[in-house]
């Protein structure tokens, strides 16, 4: 994968950048403010790309804003956003735009290797990767669309799964059910939260919103 990062740190940035080389993929670019990060972004247009939220200038939210910004120039930009501390706001900003390809990950799952990679290549295939924590905060606010009174307990455990950015075969693994079992769940939570089976819209990720509250009830 052509890969940019975004990290003002130079022991975290030089760190993945390393480990990103180590497994293989291209990094095509580094940034350390927003500004650099944006300019990255419309410049190379990667195939993902990981981002710290805090940058300068102003060290508040100038990696989220480039993110958000190239992505509303190019629809789906892939983006992996890292940052300190969950920060509820920031992860529904980047949610909530509705396009694919998003995931929000605590700086502290850089260090575990395959999972950071996992979640990185997830991420660039259009799908979403979110740290539990991350997913525990959003849930925490009480706002999960009434749609999710429909489903059963297995398929909002399912869906919370999904909502990490678990693969199929990781759901059965976590829940212990085949993976024929996993595909029956998903089709039935997709059909009771009305989302429809099309070529428009990618239904794994309109279900995490629904699951998070981002999204109509």
Known sequence: MRILVAEDLYLLRDGMV???EAYGHEVVATATTGPETLD???KWKPDVSVIDVRMPPTQTDEGLKAALAARREVAGLPVLILSQ???QLYARELLTD?????GYLLKE???EADQFIDALERVAAGGTALDPAVVAK???SGTSSKRLDRLTERELSVLGLMAEGSSNQAICQRLFISESAVSKYTTSLF??????DDDTSNRRVMAVLAYLGLTGS
């Open 18 to 20: 390393r480990l990103l």
């Open 40 to 42: 990255g972004l419309r």
């Open 85 to 87: 501390h969950v920060e």
């Open 98 to 102: 509705g396009a694919s390809g998003v």
């Open 109 to 111: 799952s850089v260090f």
């Open 138 to 140: 959003l849930l925490s």
């Open 191 to 196: 059909g009771k939260l009305g989302l429809a």
